[in-house]
């Protein structure tokens, strides 16, 4: 069974950094993608950060140069640090994963969710 567990949430003012962290496991999976979305209150689900397996990284324009994506493939953990955190950036941060099977079948799955709060 597969797993996300993201950590390191939490209230912080405009201006400073948060790390969120994601664990993904599973056995006799691979993980191909690890992604970050948020989602604030009355707004869609959106894409944060992505760094797929092949090598490259993709952000959002409005965290372009103050939010990183970094990977661990051999532990399967994806790390989103996140500089200069302003109010609009307060929204439940998730992790996103597309697992391959060893039998070469694709699965979505989503963590949980952990909540950033950024006070003005």
């Known amino acids: 069974q597969v797993q996300l567990m993201e950590s390191g949430g939490g209230l912080v003012q405009a201006g400073g950094s948060l790390r969120l962290s994601c664990a993904a496991s599973?056995?006799?999976?691979?993980?191909?993608?690890l992604e970050w979305y948020r989602q604030a209150p009355g707004k869609q689900r959106e894409l944060v950060a992505s760094?797929?397996?092949?090598?490259?990284?993709n952000y959002a324009d409005s965290v372009k140069g103050r939010f990183t994506i970094s990977r661990d493939n051999a532990k399967n953990t994806v790390t989103l640090q996140m500089n200069i955190l302003k109010p609009e950036d307060t929204a439940v941060y998730y992790c996103?994963?597309?697992?391959?099977?060893?039998?070469?079948?694709?699965?979505?799955?989503w963590g949980q969710g952990t909540q950033v709060t950024v006070s003005s």
């Open positions: 996103y994963a597309i697992v391959r099977t060893s039998a070469g079948r694709l699965f979505q799955y």
């Open positions: 599973g056995s006799g999976v691979s993980f191909n993608v």
């Open positions: 760094m797929p397996s092949g090598g490259g990284t």
